[in-house]
């Protein structure tokens, strides 16, 4: 083999190693609960609302290891921190289908959000540090892909894991998946070196907190509003008359169209600008969950589905690279700040929706809301006058 060719060969192993772990951490890990949860208020009765309260304490986990991380960078050297990461994510989603305790399932939740976010976190900086070592950096946006695979890859498994087995089975299955898909990425990537943290500065250089204060409330409602979808789309779709069949594999068309768009969107943003970029697909998540609001058309649920999994995070990526070029190139107090405001919203939203939900008997007003406070947030983006009229080059931190 040739020099050239195993350049190339140990760049594709640096990023197969890190998508398997993004489809671990993310596509599995943080949400494998929503093609689940249908199943598990049909086997156990368990309402919206404490299906939204579940998701909340998730997203708090999230919220938690994110700012850990953003905070306290220096503690990604250590590998008992990640090595535990790891195995608290596969515990906790194989550990769901051992119990029906709501104690125990706030707690797996809660702890496996904060595993996801440390996970993603470390793969996504060795992965772009490794990559960027070896001359392939432009290759980074394909390792966020790992994230749609994810949701994809729970969309097929989880009918078939619930006909043999029920909703328990799923939740193991899943877990048994996500140890294997653990055990290959390891394997693969075992001789990646950790990126050395920069520790967080508050440095002169960095601009103050009103050069991204507009973004921030932006993304607030953006994660407001996201996570209803993110948390209900399959079970809103399983109780449509008709639709029923293909509730689990609209999860499957959100993981499809959420594997290219982190390339798509930011090279939207390097052409036309990031705030015509993100005003698009804010426009194009909002349209998508107020026709979820009456869907009871195979194609109105695609659309949905297709429109929410091809712009969530393609938003994130735009979103914190506009955040890390406000402030001068400090990526990690920008990611701190959006990270937090995104958080706060993603946190109340399922809670909120879910209590609504069963007060309504359905899902038209959360969706109503859900659809409004993505719009307002495309508001703070059109009267955000600190956008440049020069394309940004879009950065993943």
């Known amino acids: 083999m040739s020099e050239t ?10 990023l197969i190693g890190g998508i398997l772990g993004m489809i671990v951490a993310m596509g599995i890990g943080r949400f494998a609960f929503t093609p689940i949860l249908p199943l598990m208020q049909r086997d156990l009765g368990m309402t919206n609302t404490l299906a939204g309260w579940l998701a909340g304490l998730n997203y708090l986990g999230y919220l938690g290891g994110a700012l850990l991380c953003s905070f306290a960078p220096q503690l990604l050297r250590y590998r008992l921190l990640t090595g535990g990461a790891l195995l608290s994510s ?6 769901m289908g051992f119990t029906v305790s709501v104690f125990w399932w706030g707690v797996m939740r809660l702890v496996g959000g904060a595993a996801s976010a440390i996970l993603f976190i470390v793969i996504a900086a060795e992965v772009a540090e490794a990559l960027g070592r070896r001359g392939y950096g432009h290759w980074v946006g394909t390792l966020y892909g790992g994230v749609g695979f994810g949701i994809a890859l729970s969309g097929l498994l989880v009918p078939w894991l619930d006909n043999v087995w029920g909703w328990d089975g799923a939740w193991i299955g899943m877990g048994i998946t996500a140890i294997l898909l653990a055990m290959a990425g390891v394997s693969i990537g075992r001789k990646r070196e950790l990126v050395q943290p920069v520790q967080i500065a508050l440095s002169e250089k960095s601009s103050g907190l009103r050069s991204i204060r507009l973004l921030a409330t932006a993304y607030f409602f953006e994660g407001l509003g996201y996570v209803v979808t993110a948390t209900f789309i399959v079970a809103i779709i399983t109780v449509t008359p008709g639709l029923e069949s293909f509730a689990p594999y609209s999860w499957v068309a959100v993981g499809f169209a959420a594997v290219p768009s982190t390339i798509i969107w930011p090279l939207l943003a390097r052409r036309f600008g990031s705030k015509q970029a993100l005003l698009a697909a804010y426009a194009l998540q909002a349209a998508g969950i107020l026709v ?5 058309s195979l194609g109105e649920v695609l659309f949905a589905a297709v429109s929410f999994g091809g712009t969530f995070l393609g938003i994130v990526a735009m979103t914190l690279a506009e955040g890390t070029v406000r402030m001068n190139g400090d990526g990690r107090r920008a990611a701190a700040i959006l990270t937090a405001s995104f958080g706060v919203g993603q946190m109340l939203g399922p809670v909120l929706a879910g209590m609504l939900a069963d007060f309504q008997a359905g899902f038209a007003l959360p969706l109503l809301l859900a659809g409004g ?11 955000d006058y600190r956008f440049k009229s020069v394309c940004l080059s879009v950065r993943q931190d």
């Open 5 to 14: 060719a195993k350049k190339d060969w140990g760049a594709l192993k640096v």
């Open 90 to 95: 596969l515990a906790t989603t194989l550990m």
């Open 292 to 296: 979820s609001m009456h869907a009871d």
């Open 373 to 383: 406070s993505v719009v307002i947030g495309g508001l703070f983006i059109a009267f």
